[in-house]
């Protein structure tokens, strides 16, 4: 299974990991167009996305990025 990761995905798993631990914020120009139903609909877009294309850890792994990210731009 660990020769199928692209190097892109580990570095994109190392970002997520990152982002997950460290406690950053959005930016408040940012959080009115996640918190947006476009927002929303890209965001899931891309949970989509993600579970089609990419390993089912890095999948899982966004879908807690996703809500961290929604719950930090409130």
């Not at 190392?14 to 609909?41: D, K």
């Not at 965001?43 to 999948?59: D, E, K, R, Y």
């Amino acid at each position: 299974m660990l020769k199928k990761v692209k190097p892109v995905e580990i570095v994109v798993f190392v970002l997520f990991v990152l982002y997950l631990v460290f406690p950053v914020t959005t930016p408040g120009a940012l959080a009115p167009y996640i918190e947006s139903p476009l927002g929303l609909l890209v965001l899931f877009s891309a949970i989509i996305a993600m579970f089609l294309h990419t390993s089912p850890i890095l999948a899982v792994l966004f879908v807690f990025v996703a809500y961290t990210l929604l719950r930090r731009s409130t």
